[in-house]
């Protein structure tokens, strides 16, 4: 296998994760789509994040997502310590096969809660 070669792998980024990379260098984000697997991002969690837009995420890879209204219902009816952008990108990530990228402990928890 050759480099530059990416793996099948996908990704869904929470508002946290994101924020990171873009406060370091938002060009890990093309580095990441290029050697690791596609990144997806919740158009909920988009809206969260101020030095953020579409058009970057064209520019650097990331595929937006637009919850089914379904999934939305189910992340706004779910109580705890996650927020509702939180909850949706678990089920975002569960239903779809996904890796969840997070740094947030709770939505962490959630996800081992599955092993």
């Known amino acids: ?3 530059g070669r990416k793996k099948n792998r996908f990704l ?3 508002a946290n994760i994101l924020i990171d990379y873009i406060k370091c260098d938002r060009t890990i984000l ?6 690791v697997g596609e990144i997806y991002l919740a158009t909920t969690v ?3 994040i101020n030095d953020f837009d579409e ?3 064209t520019e650097f890879g990331v595929i937006l997502v637009e919850p089914e209204l379904r999934q939305v219902v189910l992340a706004a009816e779910e109580v705890g310590r996650l927020s509702f952008q939180d909850n949706l990108c678990f089920i975002l990530a569960k239903e779809n096969g996904w ?5 947030d402990i709770p939505l962490r928890k959630k996800f081992f ?3």
Request: charged fraction near 15%; hydrophobic fraction near 40%; glycine fraction near 4%.
């Open 46 to 48: 988009l809206n969260e």
């Open 113 to 115: 809660a599955l092993a």
């Open 12 to 14: 869904i980024l929470d």
């Open 55 to 57: 058009t970057e995420c």
């Open 1 to 3: 296998m050759g480099t």
């Open 99 to 103: 890796t969840c990228v997070t740094n």
């Open 30 to 35: 093309k580095l990441i789509c290029t050697y």
